[in-house]
T-cell receptor
């Protein structure tokens, strides 16, 4: 099993739609969870951290399910500008090292 | 603040050549990282540093070397370039450990022919 797994997509959704991505991780000791956004041929940028209780930032909601070892990202009211690749990032067990998923590509169309 | 800067942006190397990818940050971050990203793949950690004078191997260190003589700079050295090192290289920094956001540079696109 890969340490971090994501559906590569692409997810093609119309503007205004709600879309959700999941990401599974293999190490039950992992403590740090993030969603990064990467635009085509650009560097990754932090979208949001994922907290145990779940957290929301505007149209974006992140959730953590420790029992099933996955995190999720929900995007409401999708905008054209949301088109990007979303990277799931998890630390390796008790270490300082992060594992980046291969990303889920989102394409929002008019 | 310039954030994390990387030079060069693009480079073509011949097999067997060497080069140094430069990375600098002006945020006074302790932690710095080098990743490579191959098409359709996740970022792979090459080396990282938790402070000046301290470096450690990541997931894919073979064929690379690093040094960290100052807090600001973290150069990555490629010795004897091989086609397998064709990739996009990202440098990143964070204030402390993995609980903190990593800030990435714009990347260096390297092709080895």
């Amino acid at each position: 099993r890969k340490e971090v797994e994501q559906d590569p997509g692409p997810f093609n959704v119309p503007e205004g739609a709600t879309v959700a991505f999941n990401c599974t991780y293999s190490n039950s000791a992992s403590q740090s969870f993030f969603w990064y956004r990467q635009d085509c041929r650009k560097e990754p940028k932090l979208l949001m951290s994922v907290y145990s209780s779940g957290n929301e930032d505007g149209r974006f909601t992140a959730q953590l399910n420790r029992a099933s070892q996955y995190i999720s990202l929900l995007i409401r009211d999708s905008k054209l500008s949301d088109s990007a690749t979303y990277l799931c990032v998890v630390n390796i067990g008790y270490t300082d090292k992060l594992i980046f998923g291969t990303g889920t590509r989102l394409q929002v169309f008019p | 603040n310039a954030g994390v800067t990387q030079t060069p942006k693009f480079r073509i190397l011949k097999i067997g050549q060497s080069m140094t990818l430069q990375c600098a940050q002006d945020m006074n971050h302790n932690y710095m990282y080098w990743y490579r990203q191959d098409p359709g793949m996740g970022l792979k950690l090459i080396y990282y540093s938790v402070g000046a004078g301290i470096t450690d191997k990541g997931e894919v260190p073979n064929g690379y070397n690093v040094s960290r003589s100052t807090t600001e700079d973290f150069p990555l050295r490629l010795e004897l370039a091989a086609p397998s090192q064709t990739s996009v290289y990202f440098c990143a920094s964070s204030y402390r450990d993995t609980y903190n956001e990593q800030f990435f540079g714009p990347g260096t696109r390297l092709t080895v022919l």
